[in-house]
């Protein structure tokens, strides 16, 4: 107990420093990534991050939002303020005397093979993806055995409002992967998708779906020698996904279980996966998404076993497909693919988020805009 | 992207500095609440962890554990063991250069409030909690509005494995708090509750029962001027817990709605709300769970509305009464309370965790006797 008593005591020291500041800079909100309680970081009406740490030893400290060095008073509390940064989520680390960690007052998030601090950083007029007074949907772990492997795995299930209420409606099932050096937890977290999905619903502009997170195989992608150019990448989601996962679903949720009804999407690596996993199994999805993948458009002269080249073809088998990026993002990461599918006249949507680059708040919007596509026949 | 390129690989360089060195200490292995891939910190069959860090710039570093200091070698690599550690899940940071941050290759919990490294050390014969290939259960977030205070909350339900196939049976409830400084998190992550029970329920050793966690307003208590021997140290989750949580389950899940069917249990400050709510609703509970309390006994002249002078009465309220602390700790946190009712011909269970402290190990333990008494009507 002793211990205890004294390991908590110096944590209550450190913490209550920031709340023995009673003034802050004008016009200055905590961050609502914070953790309970914590005053900073904070962020201003023209979306800049103030920072503040108390840390009379440390010789540098900077902020990767924009790598801004702190500096440090006669008192030892370091402070900075960061210039305007683009609305939405932002990971970022602390680097402390060369050491990059995160920030103690953050929540903390799976991001680039590590926990990672995060800034929500509000955009004006924007709230599809905040908690609003609607009718809450579900996430839930489910751990299953994929036979494939022979390992227990765990999925993220999102289960629409009023599924558990309704015991015979069956759903459409969106598979939805995250990117490179992140996990399952990235949607369900920082992508915000169960709020952005209960918001559409509630407004009647999305259909009741059900949504599959799993694990690509790329969480750990920043610690392997392989990059993503290589073959082989990643082992085997594919068949995990095709012979584990969906089997797995379909037997244990109240799912439609036929390709009209079942859509994959992805950002970032996960797009790339998603492009090789729908050309190989045009007979399973018929939605794709693929939101700011700089890698694995398959092309239109071979991609899709040749269905590029055939546009009727393509659009009796896929119903939507959605190709997407940040408008600061380089045409690679989406518009270079719309400019080929357009030249094809294949049907297809695309969409550039203003203002945003590869990063989360592009996402969020892609999955607002795909999710209203879904599954309209 | 560019950005986004330069940042990635600034991670990938201080993860494959890891990678790099290939030979570890004999008969250690990463510990398994590492990040995917992280080789560091490691643990021996002694239970003493190694830690690794490149930091060339840094002037000290410590690891909370003990307060082990690390020592540097001429490239600027930080190393250094711990002493043997207890068994099970432990808190930790790292100081550098006086600044307390997390450990950048172990995942993050919450708690101390704060979001903590943690290190996970296995205890030698001891599974009950580890993830093995029988039924799982579930863990779901459930959004719910609290009509008493008009804010949209969050509950973690555990729902038993089968509980979506057979859409007809009504499950017992234990209501089950976290500690100070912590939230709804603790129990469903570091606290193994998902697979304390799958395990219980796959051996017949327990009644298949939901469980709810949610948040007692003590996560931020290392942030307030309020200390727990105050009155109204936690503002009212009480009447959360009685007014809108349980009619919420009730409601929402295919719950036993009788007091013979649902408990209440916490672990050291979650105790002492457990006492608190407990002896105000003995209507409500027939469990009663208290888990290193060391605050909050009601005493026996004045508890439980004088029910603690009437031991036949009490029991024919009360089914289980369990008390339990780890032998580690002061005889406050529980063997007081033990006596106290032994004293007074109370019945009640009295378990102490063998060689563990005010940890979770403690409570894991404590949460497998707990749940394998209750509901056994």
Same mark, same amino acid.
């Given at each position: 107990?002793?211990?205890?008593?004294?390991?908590?005591?110096?944590?209550?020291?450190? /913490?209550?420093?920031?709340?023995?500041?009673?003034? !802050?800079? &004008?016009?200055?909100?905590? #961050? *609502?990534?914070?953790?309970? %309680?914590?005053?900073?970081?904070?962020?201003?009406?023209?979306?800049?991050?103030?920072?503040?740490?108390?840390?009379?030893?440390?010789?540098?400290?900077?902020?990767?939002?924009?790598?801004?060095?702190?500096?440090?008073?006669?008192?030892?509390?370091?402070?900075?303020?960061?210039?305007?940064?683009?609305?939405?989520?932002?990971?970022?680390?602390?680097? /402390?005397?060369?050491?990059?960690?995160?920030?103690? !007052?953050? &929540?903390?998030?799976?991001? #680039? *093979?590590?926990?990672?601090? %995060?800034?929500?950083?509000?955009?004006?007029?924007?709230?599809?993806?905040?908690?609003?007074?609607?009718?809450?949907?579900?996430?839930?772990?489910?751990?299953?055995?994929?036979?494939?492997?022979?390992?227990?795995?765990?999925?993220?299930?999102?289960?629409?409002?009023?599924?558990?209420?309704?015991?015979?409606?069956?759903?459409?099932?969106?598979?939805?992967?995250?990117?490179?050096?992140?996990?399952?937890?990235?949607?369900?977290?920082?992508?915000?998708?169960?709020?952005?999905?209960?918001?559409?619903?509630?407004?009647?502009?999305?259909?009741?779906?059900?949504?599959?997170?799993?694990?690509?195989?790329?969480?750990?992608?920043?610690?392997?020698?392989?990059?993503?150019?290589?073959?082989?990448?990643?082992?085997?989601?594919?068949?995990?996904?095709?012979?584990?996962?969906?089997?797995?679903?379909?037997?244990?949720?109240?799912?439609?279980?036929?390709?009209?009804?079942?859509?994959?999407?992805?950002?970032?690596?996960?797009?790339?996966?998603?492009?090789?996993?729908?050309?190989?199994?045009?007979?399973?999805?018929?939605?794709?998404?693929?939101?700011?993948?700089?890698?694995?458009?398959?092309?239109?002269?071979?991609?899709?076993?040749?269905?590029?080249?055939?546009?009727?073809?393509?659009?009796?088998?896929?119903?939507?497909?959605?190709?997407?990026?940040?408008?600061?993002?380089?045409?690679?990461?989406?518009?270079?693919?719309?400019?080929?599918?357009?030249?094809?006249?294949?049907?297809?949507?695309?969409?550039?988020?203003?203002?945003?680059?590869?990063?989360?708040?592009?996402?969020?919007?892609?999955?607002?805009?795909?999710?209203?596509?879904?599954?309209?026949?």
């Amino acid at each position: 107990m002793k211990k205890i008593a004294v390991f908590m005591l110096s944590f209550f020291a450190l /913490i209550s420093s920031y709340a023995q500041e009673n003034t !802050f800079p &004008e016009g200055t909100k905590p #961050a *609502s990534s914070n953790i309970a %309680g914590a005053q900073y970081p904070r962020i201003d009406n023209e979306r800049k991050a103030y920072f503040r740490i108390e840390a009379p030893a440390a010789d540098s400290i900077s902020v990767s939002l924009g790598n801004v060095a702190l500096t440090k008073d006669a008192k030892g509390v370091w402070t900075g303020v960061t210039k305007p940064l683009d609305p939405g989520f932002h990971y970022y680390t602390l680097k /402390i005397n060369g050491v990059n960690v995160n920030d103690p !007052f953050s &929540e903390t998030f799976y991001g #680039a *093979s590590r926990v990672m601090s %995060g800034i929500e950083v509000p955009e004006d007029g924007v709230d599809f993806y905040e908690i609003k007074n609607v009718p809450h949907g579900k996430i839930e772990s489910h751990w299953y055995l994929a036979e494939s492997t022979g390992e227990t795995r765990l999925a993220y299930v999102y289960t629409p409002p009023g599924y558990d209420n309704n015991s015979t409606e069956r759903y459409p099932v969106l598979y939805l992967q995250h990117g490179m050096g992140e996990d399952r937890r990235a949607w369900a977290n920082q992508g915000r998708t169960n709020f952005i999905l209960d918001n559409l619903i509630a407004e009647g502009k999305a259909k009741p779906m059900i949504i599959v997170m799993e694990d690509g195989g790329i969480a750990q992608a920043f610690n392997s020698p392989k990059r993503p150019q290589d073959k082989n990448f990643w082992d085997g989601f594919e068949d995990i996904m095709i012979k584990d996962l969906i089997p797995n679903i379909d037997a244990n949720y109240r799912t439609l279980r036929h390709p009209k009804h079942r859509a994959i999407a992805g950002l970032s690596l996960g797009g790339t996966q998603t492009y090789q996993i729908s050309q190989a199994n045009l007979d399973t999805f018929s939605g794709i998404g693929i939101f700011s993948a700089p890698f694995g458009f398959p092309g239109v002269e071979t991609g899709y076993n040749g269905l590029l080249t055939k546009p009727d073809e393509f659009a009796k088998k896929v119903d939507v497909f959605y190709v997407s990026m940040g408008s600061k993002e380089g045409a690679r990461a989406g518009r270079g693919t719309h400019e080929a599918l357009e030249k094809a006249s294949i049907k297809h949507v695309y969409y550039e988020a203003p203002g945003t680059a590869h990063e989360f708040q592009t996402w969020r919007k892609s999955l607002h805009g795909f999710a209203q596509l879904l599954f309209q026949d």
